[in-house]
């Protein structure tokens, strides 16, 4: 356990890091490249809006595992992941996961049928199949903790 305490201050600034990153992204630089995009390309000039609540919807989406990240974390180092408030924030990860999958997979039907040259989809469809494994593995590792969790309820009231 001395091991897992000595990771979450490391752990906890770097998703501070993150988030802050995150957050710059979300509110300068998404809008800003869409924005020069309208300008360079006339003609891609209406998918400016679209693509900016998209991906500025995928940052807030990331933001959420952060943030629900940083939680575990304090029921970790407050020895209290194995509880009711800690599936919950599992639960935010899994949501968060599942609607930044779905709002990616109509992004990539919409490309993959309007692509020219197959290099993009086929990028899409790896990005697509690496965030359905790690949706599925929260889904895995939320069931474990709720079997864990039931575990110790039981031996709490055993002893």
Do not use: Y
Not at 67 to 92: C, G, Y
């Amino acid at each position: 356990m001395f091991a897992e305490h000595r990771a979450v201050a490391p752990l906890r600034v770097f998703l501070v890091l993150l988030f802050g990153v995150l957050l710059l992204f979300q509110v300068m630089s998404l809008p800003g490249q869409f924005a020069h995009m309208a300008e360079q390309s006339p003609e891609m000039a209406h998918l400016r809006w679209p693509l900016t609540a998209v991906t500025v919807f995928w940052v807030l989406c990331v933001q959420v595992v952060v943030v629900a990240t940083w939680k575990l974390l304090t029921l970790v180092k407050n020895d209290r992941i194995f509880s009711e408030p800690a599936l919950r924030w599992v639960d935010a990860i899994v949501w968060a996961i599942a609607a930044g999958w779905a709002t990616f997979g109509v992004v990539f039907l919409f490309v993959g049928f309007n692509a020219d040259d197959p290099g993009v989809p086929l990028l899409m469809f790896l990005l697509l199949v690496g965030i359905t494994v790690l949706g599925l593995l929260m889904v895995v590792m939320r069931a474990l903790l709720r079997q864990a969790t039931t575990l110790r309820t039981d031996m709490e009231s055993v002893i």
